[in-house]
T-cell receptor, first 114, second 115 residues
Framework: AQSVTQLDSQVPVFEEAPVELRCNYS??????LFWYVQYPNQGLQLLLK??????LVESINGFEAEFNKSQTSFHLRKPSVHISDTAEYFC????????????FGTGTRLTIIP | GAGVSQSPSNKVTEKGKDVELRCDPI?????LYWYRQSLGQGLEFLIY????????KSGLPSDRFSAERTGGSVSTLTIQRTQQEDSAVYLC?????????????FGSGTRLTVV
């Protein structure tokens, strides 16, 4: 069965500093990987996804994540964060067979310090 | 509609009562999913509907939970004899056929509080 681990429940970062949110997954088959973001008092939004092809994927607001099969990781990075990046970030995995449910991690709360 | 609509947005109920949560997916989306988000935990898969296929109910935590989807559109999640541990945000998502996992759109959720 698939599983996702987000080791950091909270990450405080100074504004304009870089950040990395860690995500590791476990699965015995091929997977698809996702990062979702939940801004305060808002619903979940897809930030970026890895389905196939290039292992480095980017979002429109400067985040990127790299699929590393050997390390079973899909860490999220941004070189310079802004106050508006304050949110909870969820990593999710979906196995390449059967139904299309997502298995989510427990989330990382990113707090940007002015 | 433009997005996935869930109602009510908030529900407070007494322990032991039944509740119904509604999800109205995006028009044309054939797949519909229910998840539960508990405080300090990730999202937990509950149930999945795809077109006319039998739903995948493997995530329902107990037989107090059930869901149906009428006419391939609106879905209702029913929790019978609610318990305090049922308190959570219940999220619904839908996607187009063929997009599946790649094209989820989530609703804003129903926050259920059992007192």
């Amino acid at each position: 069965a698939q599983s996702v681990t987000q080791l950091d429940s909270q990450v405080p970062v100074f504004e304009e500093a870089p950040v990395e949110l860690r995500c590791n997954y476990s699965s015995s088959v091929s997977v698809y990987l996702f990062w979702y973001v939940q801004y305060p008092n808002q619903g979940l939004q897809l930030l970026l996804k890895y389905l196939s092809g290039s292992t480095l994927v980017e979002s429109i607001n400067g985040f990127e994540a790299e699929f590393n099969k050997s390390q079973t990781s899909f860490h999220l990075r941004k070189p310079s964060v802004h106050i508006s990046d304050t949110a909870e970030y969820f990593c999710a995995v979906s196995e390449d067979f059967g139904n299309e449910k997502l298995t989510f991690g427990t989330g990382t709360r990113l707090t940007i310090i002015p | 509609g433009a997005g996935v609509s869930q109602s009510p947005s908030n529900k407070v109920t007494e322990k032991g009562k039944d509740v119904e949560l509604r999800c109205d997916p995006i028009s044309g989306h054939t797949a519909l999913y229910w998840y539960r988000q508990s405080l300090g935990q990730g999202l937990e898969f509950l149930i999945y509907f795809q077109g006319n296929s039998a739903p995948d109910k493997s995530g329902l935590p107990s037989d107090r939970f059930s869901a149906e989807r009428t006419g391939g559109s609106v879905s209702t999640l029913t929790i019978q004899r609610t318990q305090q541990e049922d308190s959570a945000v219940y999220l619904c998502a839908s996607s187009l056929a063929g997009q599946g996992r790649a094209g989820y759109t989530f609703g804003s959720g129903t926050r259920l509080t059992v007192v």
